[in-house]
């Protein structure tokens, strides 16, 4: 069975590291094939470690896109570089900006873009 899950506007810079862990081990409890994730994670400064985060207990693969709140206190090309980067190293990030679709089934597409 292919279960995914859907993430958007978490805002994980006003969360507790405890609550992050603990919101982590309800989605793994989830059994999912793939987490979609659809911006405003954190701010410019996190949104790399909380995806880091993500990639390394979840292990499965996600597919994220930034919101605009991803990119406060940066700025929009360096933190899109971050992410390019970011990927290259975690080879289960797919940011869908980047990308086009992505072919999910023969009928069925994902693409996605950044929220600003």
Request: glycine residues 8%.
């Amino acid at each position: 069975m292919t279960r995914v899950v859907w993430l958007t506007d978490l805002h994980l810079n006003f969360v507790v590291s405890e609550r992050v862990e603990q919101f982590l081990d309800e989605i793994i409890a989830t059994n999912p094939t793939a987490v979609l994730i659809g911006g405003d994670v954190g701010e410019a400064k996190n949104v790399a470690t909380y995806l880091s985060q993500f990639e390394s207990r979840l292990r499965c693969p996600i597919y994220f896109v930034l919101g605009n709140h991803d990119f406060y206190k940066g700025s929009i090309p360096v933190v899109r570089d971050a992410m390019r980067q970011l990927c290259r190293e975690h080879p289960d990030l797919h940011y869908l900006t980047q990308l086009g679709v992505i072919e999910l089934t023969p009928r069925v597409g994902l693409i996605g873009d950044d929220g600003w």
